[in-house]
DNA sequence: GGCTATAATGATAGCGCTTTCATAATCAGA
DNA sequence: TCTGATTATGAAAGCGCTATCATTATAGCC
């Protein structure tokens, strides 16, 4: 642009050192004597030098740039988690790229290539549910990209993935929120899953079935049914189920996948004409910003995404090889109630 | 990692060519023979080697990689301009990093150093409305950039700013919605409107006032309230706005800054017991994907964020230095409704 | 004063590519 | 068969740094 790049020799020259002095200063080298040192700096000043990460990073064969792979920043769970990791990133002086989730799926060219040639110092994958053939092409993907930098996963691992990784124990997540229902007088309780968590080895539905034995509840296989995560997939499960059953034997309480779905169902409700929570006790996951703005408050789970996010970037810079669970807690609202007496 | 990196002299030696070819073969040249060329993509395929963009960049002086600076990736609002940027990006053969306005803001270090070390092709800012001694210190970060790298604007622009930008024309906004307000019968319109946007050429409460004055309504200086735009600051800013009113006062519409803020207004009246849109209409600005879901779904401004996003890497790539404004439209909902007749 | 330890600086060889420029091979046309 | 284009390749000079090693200046000591 403007000013014509300028680059260390001139600063050297200007300074009437070397180089190599130049560098010196610039990395904080102690073995360099006051007066040079302020020489340089001034000379720096003046001409407003900024050495390139680039010649840099090619010299010294580390970039300080992470990167993230992520499904998709509109949904403010993954805005969640990459704010985590950035921050974390930064004050441990590393820059961070977003990559979007088809930048491993495509088939347009090499789903890995462009993550390979740009030399990060390490990689974040957030994995969704896959469906079967895309999760062999990811998995060789990210074996593939390990070879070039260190990869840490978030979110549904398959067991045959060995990666370091910060997942969620939906598992106990759902067993523990079933036990709360339960604890509520609910008896009727349905599940609406994500599609496709076959893979994953602390799936929901598991806890889900878990929890319903633990409260001496029988398993009813109308109240689960899987959905892809928006608002509108959870609306259009909800109804679907309900229209299946005979009115008696509607659920007292469902839970949701996430929040979305929760909406979703919340919307749904209200069609129906069911009284949130009197008739119908809701409870999503997440803990989103608008949860509380919610008629009636939106109960949620708060997995703590900003430290999961913060948690993948020190493994990813340790260099741990650990598979971490993430904690969590229930964040009780009032779209939780007890069971109608009827 | 594991595979030792793989350079562009081992494909060479590999094919049994020079460096040279294997260039050619990887900018696509059409100057290479058939025979070669596929020797070399045998080669580059056996070994599974990357090109190190690190390199490709020093050489070339170019990287193919824009980023970004936005205040907080958590309000959606900026999630869906990043979302439009990177997908523009994408296309255009451009990878986009992401940098928290604090990159500019902070004391601690040179602000722009960072960015302009990372020799980006170009750069996009979200400038919002900044605090007076704030405002200097970003200008001069701005400028210092310019020198390494073209700049784009997006947001609040103070006119002294010569940069190519896209922005929303806040005040026609205002006054086609004190309109819209109007003619459903509204005499009383409130509005919240952003701290600190004297900077801004179309600010909003101008709108607002030319708004009034065209549809012949008083301009009543309580009804004008200022926050920052989250969902607490909009409930405060209209509750504290009430409790100085007499009741006979209160406003039958309120105009938020964005949905947030809308949000806040929402619980705040419903607290107050006033009910929406019975007793008070409310439209927010961003339309936001949990408008719909609001009780009762909130009447909102699309902004069309994700093209502001796209517009925005079109003007960088492309060069043109040109102020452009962003178009929008009312997406009415069932929060706003005629005036109570009393 | 002479000699070694220490601190400060310089010369220079990469890092892995792109990009001239030079050279060799191929092919029309006369 | 020879000439001048044209096409296909190679050699080598950067790009702007880091990092090693060599060199010089400074100090400390007997």
Redesign the interface.
Known sequence: ???ENVTIYDIASDAGVSIATVSRVLRGEASVSEATRKKVLDAIERR?Y??????R??SSRT?H?LGIVLP???N?HY??I??GA??EA?KLGY??????WSSLDTREYNPA??L????LDGLIVCVEYLPPDHDERVLSALQ?L?????VVLIGCVPPSYDFPSVSNNNAAMMEEIVRYLASLGHEKIAFIGGVREDHDPLRRDVGYENGLRDARLPYVSSYRVYCRGT?EDGAAAFTGMLSSLKREYWPTAVIALND?VA??C??SA?DLGLAIPEQLSVIGCDN???T????PPLTSINTHQQRTGTRAVQLLISGENKKETADWELVERASCAHAPKS
Do not use: H, W
């Open positions: 642009m403007n000013s407003n900024r050495p390139s990460s680039i010649a990073g090619l970039t740039s998709k920043l509109l403010p805005a969640m990459f704010t950035q921050e930064r820059t961070m790229s977003l990559f979007p290539a462009m390979a040639e740009r030399r593939d390990r070879q070039y930098m260190p608002a979305l909406m979703g919340m919307a209200r989103l910003f608008c509380p703005y919610l008629v």
